[in-house]
């Protein structure tokens, strides 16, 4: 599904109430947020954390599924670099079936973009422009790297600890008061 915008709102009325259906996304980086960001490769041990001391690729991503569970409408688009580097498919198959279930894409498209173009930009404008291609009804960027984001993007935008990512208790409770103001009401807690 790369590259396709969001399917258009649907409205039905249910007993007088109008319902929108969604198309929600929230794009995803991975060092800084489901690990520490100190990640390296090398050739004789693949991809590790080298620090802190006994931390774990993807060790927060469990987490990130359980904080996401009330909200089965999000979408996941893929911002981390896992996917220029190793590839879309690599990126999306090291998280966890649930979360996996989600990815409907990247910002990095190989065959569509110039490598260079891409990488020269900051985040924030990588993740805004698959916001205009995409044209999500509402969207909220995850990720440590809060560097040259636009301004018109910052509301959107949850910062990580570099360290601790979202298993930091102040960025988890950052992270669920953004699904709540941008509306990501969950089925499970919304009036009858």
Same mark, same amino acid.
């Given at each position: 599904?790369?590259?396709?915008?969001?399917?258009?709102?649907?409205?039905?009325?249910?007993?007088?109430?109008?319902?929108?259906? %969604?198309?929600?996304?929230?794009?995803?980086?991975?060092?800084?947020?489901?690990?520490?960001?100190?990640?390296?490769?090398?050739?004789?041990?693949?991809?590790?954390?080298?620090?802190?001391?006994?931390?774990?690729?993807?060790?927060? !991503?469990?987490?990130?599924?359980?904080?996401?569970?009330?909200?089965?409408?999000?979408?996941?688009?893929?911002?981390?670099?896992?996917?220029?580097?190793?590839?879309? %498919?690599? !990126?999306?198959?090291?998280?966890?079936?649930?979360?996996?279930?989600?990815?409907?894409?990247?910002?990095?498209?190989?065959?569509?973009?110039?490598?260079?173009?891409?990488?020269?930009?900051?985040?924030?404008?990588?993740?805004?422009?698959?916001?205009?291609?995409?044209?999500?009804?509402?969207?909220?960027?995850?990720?440590?790297?809060?560097?040259?984001?636009?301004?018109?993007?910052?509301?959107?935008?949850?910062?990580?600890?570099?360290?601790?990512?979202?298993?930091?208790?102040?960025?988890?409770?950052?992270?669920?008061? !953004?699904?709540?103001?941008?509306?990501?009401?969950?089925?499970?807690?919304?009036? !009858?």
């Amino acid at each position: 599904m790369q590259g396709r915008g969001p399917e258009p709102c649907e409205r039905t009325v249910t007993m007088g109430v109008t319902q929108h259906s %969604t198309h929600s996304i929230l794009y995803l980086d991975y060092d800084g947020v489901l690990h520490p960001a100190d990640v390296r490769v090398r050739r004789t041990r693949g991809i590790y954390v080298h620090s802190p001391a006994g931390s774990q690729l993807f060790e927060h !991503a469990d987490l990130l599924e359980e904080l996401l569970a009330p909200y089965p409408q999000v979408s996941v688009v893929l911002s981390t670099s896992w996917v220029r580097v190793r590839g879309f %498919t690599h !990126a999306r198959n090291r998280l966890p079936a649930g979360l996996r279930r989600r990815v409907i894409g990247a910002t990095y498209h190989r065959r569509h973009m110039r490598e260079w173009e891409f990488t020269a930009m900051p985040r924030g404008m990588q993740v805004w422009q698959d916001v205009v291609r995409r044209k999500p009804s509402r969207w909220l960027a995850l990720d440590d790297d809060g560097v040259d984001w636009p301004i018109w993007c910052l509301a959107h935008f949850v910062t990580t600890h570099e360290t601790r990512g979202i298993s930091d208790p102040s960025t988890q409770g950052i992270l669920r008061q !953004a699904l709540t103001r941008n509306c990501w009401r969950s089925p499970r807690t919304d009036p !009858a």
